[in-house]
């Protein structure tokens, strides 16, 4: 079992930074795609950028790119999101997930890839 544990968010102005932190515990050897998702009021949940491990390749959504850099640290389990430019679009719930395979593209970012979540952590951006 792996459990994923978020930290990082909170209220930013418009063009602001951020960063989000994932420390992943119990069977990480497990882990072959670290990924961030987000859920913003009525919204679905929607995939940001993922990572793999060994390699890591990543994917990002279109809404982010050039904005998001995502990154890894295994030697401390640990995923970050780093998030520039941030506008209010970007107000959500941040939750990072952990998959058993790689993935790239499309399928990195779909929700049904994952088996482990976070519990999330919000990030609210204000014009």
């Known amino acids: 079992q792996i459990h994923l544990a978020e930290s990082g968010g909170g209220s930013v102005q418009t063009g602001g930074s951020m960063r989000l932190s994932c420390v992943a515990s119990?069977?990480?050897?497990?882990?072959?795609?670290m990924a961030w998702f987000r859920q913003g009021p009525a919204k679905e949940r929607e995939g940001v950028a993922a990572i793999n491990y060994g390699d890591d390749a990543s994917t990002y959504a279109d809404s982010v790119k050039g904005r998001f850099t995502i990154s890894q640290d295994s030697a401390k389990n640990t995923v970050y999101l780093q998030m520039d430019g941030l506008n209010p679009e970007d107000t959500a719930t941040y939750f990072c997930?952990?998959?058993?395979?790689?993935?790239?593209?499309?399928?990195?970012?779909?929700?049904?890839?994952?088996?482990?979540w976070g519990q999330g952590t919000q990030v609210t951006v204000s014009s």
């Open positions: 119990g069977a990480t050897f497990s882990i072959r795609t």
């Open positions: 997930a952990a998959a058993p395979a790689y993935y790239l593209g499309r399928a990195a970012l779909s929700t049904g890839k994952y088996q482990s």
